[in-house]
């Protein structure tokens, strides 16, 4: 009998361990929705959810638009929910089951897979449900995206070559492109800062921007700095390095400081990412283009308003890029 | 001997009472306001509004396209018409035809008594009712009448629980050779792998076949030659645990690597497309009684797999490996031939888990399949299998599967995010194997 006893206890002790664990790790979480719906829900309750699934969660930048996407629903009124695919596409398409079965509204992707996805995607048009994309667009044939909300890569792109003219200054210079063509935003990004680079080489005899290698830097570290690394060993009169990404340009410096040339050549990234801020802050990195993943947040809700009203609104909306300096790193509270 | 039973069946059902437990709890933080689109919601529905408007009053009928909207649309605008009301239009689509229609109506100057909708247009016309009604004076009396809504959790919904089975029947399916694996007191970490490697091989196989519209025969023929080359890498590993005493662990760790490696290389790391909609059959069609054929693939494969285990010498063979392989040799179980066999199965199983994701997606995906072997054997384990050897059964890992995917869903219905899943996830494993330590503790306790 008392061996019975013990077991019932042990037995209760390892549910009320499994049971309670769930809930308590479920309280932000219902904290959280209560929070959103609680902001509006006082007059009315709540007219519907947005779901989001992003690429991942472990990415700043799409926090950033999760976070702002909630709080540009509650103030219209909708209840968010946010989920993480963590880049499994069969995730992904897994939660817009979900999605679908407990009726959201609409639906915000960011796609894992641009045609892996599009199943899921059909399946949530089947049954009405409004997907629009943010930041990557779904390429999936037949799979009904009804609007779509990304930056202006090659606008950035431009602006990334006005900053190195302003960096390079009358005596212009060699240019390393450090470039990742499997993304086609990184592509429309180098074809915005070469445009601006021709344009400025055709109107003058002397201190043309010379671009002398583009390389993979794959949008990371490594291979940032290998890629630079070797650069360095072909052209050591290098002046300047244009990085597709700030995990890029922070990897070129890495091999610039190492070549002792950190005083010689300037580096423009993208992005805007808190480690490449604080790059420009210290002096790493010249200036950066960066993306703004609070506008498109609000954004993307604002469009889906507008859808759920029928109004008018762009299918295919993109959020200008803005150059962020040393003097603006200067003034930023984030960075320390 | 009474007290033993008593304390087996506890066990025995303790992880049933989790699940049912997790349920519970999911039912109860997902509970929602619904709003039905049934035919017999848009009956009621039309009663209702019928009996508030007089008759002649004009209306007009509003519901969201797709999914029940197209009967729940037409039966409302019949009934409502059957009963005296003059229905001027219906419209089911987005809420721009909503709108269009509204206006449409605003602009014959008559007056709209009514708008009978479901949730969606509903919201809509509260809304945007008021500013519509600054242009067209006639549709700013019109009433509203929507669906009655009542509180139900999403959890609980036909369609969720069908969500939940269908989502985890490619883990339950590999599941069933890992359960059998684990038993023997082996382990497989190659499943994962091998689903992306059947992808690939079945969408390559049917692209060289059929090229980019590829028949029915191509499409069965592939899928087999996915499931048969997974039969054979299960057979290879077997072959070195068996005749080369290779640890499974270690084994079944490197045709990890190749199988994944392989499957980049073959696909160009690219996804490969079907090009045949057909393809989707496995993975997402639903033929008999709107369940998913992948659900009843996974029942049907479970109820072959629980008569093997308990009713056939094989079953006896595999548990008698797994207890003791010593005893089980000289008491003439042929070991080399059940670990072969359990390799194999498990190699047969992970193809086919395969060939259903590839479906689901109708591509081969090389990246698909990470870290779902440790998701399989979280399932074995949290159904009660002992690492150890020797015990376990098919129906706990049923069960186990299920705890996994309730989970996930769950967690997916309530946005709890991934980090704390894994958290979670963790959690419940290694509850799971307190609960199996605590067992063999406590057995031991009694015999002696």
């Known amino acids: ?82 989920v993480d695919p963590d880049m499994n596409v069969k995730k992904q398409s897994d939660q817009f089951d979900d999605f679908i079965s407990s009726g959201v509204t609409a639906i915000i992707l960011v796609p894992c897979d641009r045609l892996s996805i599009g199943p ?35 606008q950035g792109g431009e602006l990334a070559g006005h900053a190195m003219i302003q960096a390079l200054g009358e005596n212009g210079g060699k240019v390393l492109i450090l470039d990742f063509k499997k993304a086609n935003s990184c592509v429309l990004r180098v074809a915005g800062f070469k445009k601006v680079v021709n344009a ?10 010379q671009i002398v290698a583009e390389l993979n830097g794959n949008g990371a570290r490594t291979e940032g700095y290998q890629s630079t690394a070797d650069a360095l060993q072909a052209h050591s009169d290098l002046d300047a390095v244009f990085a597709i990404n700030d995990p890029s340009a922070l990897g070129a410096y890495t091999a610039i400081e190492e070549a002792k040339k950190q005083d010689q050549i300037k580096i423009i990234g993208f992005d805007g990412q808190l480690d490449g801020k604080q790059g420009i802050k210290d002096g790493k990195i010249f200036a950066d283009p960066i993306q703004h993943p609070d506008k498109m947040g ?14 008018e609104y762009e299918k295919d909306a993109l959020i200008p890029a803005t150059l962020y300096d040393k003097a603006a790193a200067d003034q930023d509270p984030d960075l320390n | 001997m009474r007290n033993f039973n008593y304390i087996g069946f506890l066990f025995d059902y303790g992880t049933l009472l989790v699940l049912a437990l997790l349920c519970g709890w999911f039912s109860y933080v997902t509970i929602e306001e ?47 018409t059957q009963a005296g009301i003059s229905v001027g239009s219906t419209t089911i689509g987005k809420p721009t035809d909503a709108r269009k229609a509204l206006t449409d109506f605003g602009n014959t100057g008559k007056e709209l008594a009514g708008i009978i909708a479901d949730k969606h247009m509903a919201n809509f016309a ?8 600054q242009a067209h004076p006639g549709l700013v009396k019109a009433k509203i009448f929507q669906p009655e809504s009542y509180r139900w959790p999403n959890f609980l919904k036909k369609e969720n629980l069908l969500n939940v089975m269908k989502q985890i029947s490619v883990v339950a399916i590999i599941a069933i050779g890992m359960t059998m694996v684990i038993i023997t007191a082996g382990i497989d970490l190659s499943v994962g792998s091998l689903i992306a490697f059947s992808g690939v091989i079945t969408a390559l196989t049917i692209q060289s076949l059929g090229g980019s519209a590829p028949t029915s025969g191509d499409l069965w023929l ?23 005493r290779i640890p499974a662990f270690i084994a079944t760790l490197g045709i990890m690597f190749i199988a994944k490696g392989l499957a980049f290389i073959f696909s160009d790391s690219a996804p490969v497309p079907v090009g045949n909609e057909a393809f989707g059959w496995l993975g997402r069609g639903r033929d008999f009684l709107g369940l998913p054929n992948s659900v009843i693939l996974m029942l049907i494969l479970f109820t072959i797999a629980h008569v093997m285990m308990t009713r056939t010498s094989i079953g006896r063979y595999i548990y008698a490996v797994g207890g003791n392989p010593e005893a089980a040799r000289l008491s003439g179980v042929p070991v080399k031939w059940v670990l072969l066999f359990v390799y194999t199965l498990t190699g047969l199983l992970a193809g086919l888990g395969g060939v ?29 299998t002992s690492l150890a050897g020797g015990q376990g059964r098919i129906t706990g890992t049923l069960i186990g599967a299920f705890i996994i995917a309730v989970i996930n869903n769950g967690m997916n219905l309530t946005g709890v995010e991934s980090h704390m899943q894994k958290v979670i996830y963790g959690t419940v494993i290694l509850v799971a194997v307190l609960i199996d330590r605590l067992k063999i503790h406590l057995l031991k306790l009694k015999k002696t």
């Open chain 1, 200 to 209: 400025h080489n055709s109107s003058r005899t002397t201190g043309k921007i």
């Open chain 2, 126 to 133: 509260n809304a945007n009712l008021a500013k519509l009604g």
């Open chain 1, 120 to 154: 899921a995607v059909k399946l949530a048009n089947a049954k009405g449900i409004p997907v629009f994309t943010v930041d990557a667009k779904c390429a999936a044939e037949g799979a009904e995206i009804a609007g779509h909300v990304g930056t202006d890569n090659f």
């Open chain 1, 298 to 311: 609000q954004q993307i809700v604002q469009n889906i308003i507008k859808y759920l009203a029928g109004e």
């Open chain 2, 222 to 244: 592939g899928a087999m030659v996915g499931i048969l080359v997974c039969g054979l890498a299960g057979l290879f590993t077997g072959g070195l645990v068996t005749l080369f």
């Open chain 1, 1 to 82: 009998m008392k061996h019975i006893a013990q077991y019932l206890g042990l037995t209760a002790l390892t549910i009320a361990l499994l049971t309670g664990c769930s809930p308590s790790s479920d309280k932000p979480t219902t904290d959280d929705s209560s929070k959103a719906a609680g902001d509006t829900s006082a007059p009315a309750k709540t007219k519907g959810t947005i779901a989001y699934t992003p690429l991942t969660l472990s990415n700043p930048f799409f926090k950033v638009i999760g976070d702002h996407i909630t709080a540009e629903a509650a103030k219209n009124g909708y209840d968010t929910l946010m």
């Open chain 2, 356 to 384: 259903m994701e590839a479906s689901l997606h109708t591509t081969g995906d090389p990246k698909s399949g990470d870290l779902v072997e440790l998701k399989v054997i979280a399932a074995v384990v949290v159904g009660g």
């Open chain 2, 34 to 80: 619904q709003s039905p689109t049934s035919i017999s919601a848009a009956e009621r529905l039309a009663k209702r509004a019928s009996g508030e408007l007089s008759t002649e009053a004009k209306v007009i009928v509003l519901a969201r396209q797709g999914g029940e909207g197209e009967s729940f649309a037409k039966t409302l605008s019949e009934q409502l």
